[in-house]
């Protein structure tokens, strides 16, 4: 049943315990989810939100279509590298699109493993799960709302959401706790947002390691440039600058795209709150 709140001015819904806004998706499309069969080819990014996925989606579609940076300008990369759930009211749902498609599959998903965790064991799809520190992903997460979802509260009362694990898809350490027991599947690989930061061309060529493409030490550097901050955030097919969806004033969706932000918005209590969030769940993983 879809309520509204302040904490979701355009309305939500519960599903397996998780709030989803009813704009994106809704309780029978996240049921068909749960029927998606995977293809030995298909390619698919999870991650929670605001972790750099548009970033990664670039970087895998261009890894996979040779570095052909002239065919990626020629669609968004919502629908060359598309999000699994996203079934917007009007519009064919990502679902049915992907099951009648007969090229390679590249796709993205930020629901739990409970969605997939049989058919990611059963076929040979290539999982990139990545990951962000939690205080950086919460202060984008914290833009986005106000980006795309009419929230109009400040930082303490998002931080609170995120206490009380209500934000949406639930809350970033259930959601990594979950992911994180796939690891040692032989077709699930990490990939940390800090990482690409620091050494974004050895990512590009571990990716395409990953994904069995041999690329040419140029094609590395034409994936690199068109995936830096500067060119993502100028690119119509990335920067979401038409997207109807969005309120533009609020500011940009390819936004700071740096590491540590959040030290500019946390106060002492929330910083020493995540610090033992991030010792208890990501230290087993030796992630904190
Ligand atoms: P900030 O809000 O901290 O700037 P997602 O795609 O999962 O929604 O993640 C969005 C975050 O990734 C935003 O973080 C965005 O700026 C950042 N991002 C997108 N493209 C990037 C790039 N090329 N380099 C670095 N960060 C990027």
Redesign the pocket.
Known sequence: QVQSSQWYPDGYFIYDGIPYTSTMCSVSNLSACKEIQFRDDDVLIA?Y???????LQEMVYLVCNDANTEKAKESMIGDRVPCIEHAFQGKQSTINKLKDNKQQRLMFTHLRTSFFEQEIKQSNIKVILLIRNAG?TL??YY??YKLATRYSGDWNSFFEIFQKKQLVYGDYYDWYVDWLRLLHFPNVILMRYEDI?RYHAASVEMLSRFLGKTLSSNEIQIIVEA???TA?KHNPG?NQKQNPMFDHQQGE??????VG?WKNYFNEEQTIYIKHLDEEFLKPFELE
């Open positions: 991650s939100p605001k972790t750099g996925t548009t970033w950086d202060i984008s833009h986005f930061k995936t830096s901050f993502m990335t969706f390819i936004r700071k795209g740096e932000d």
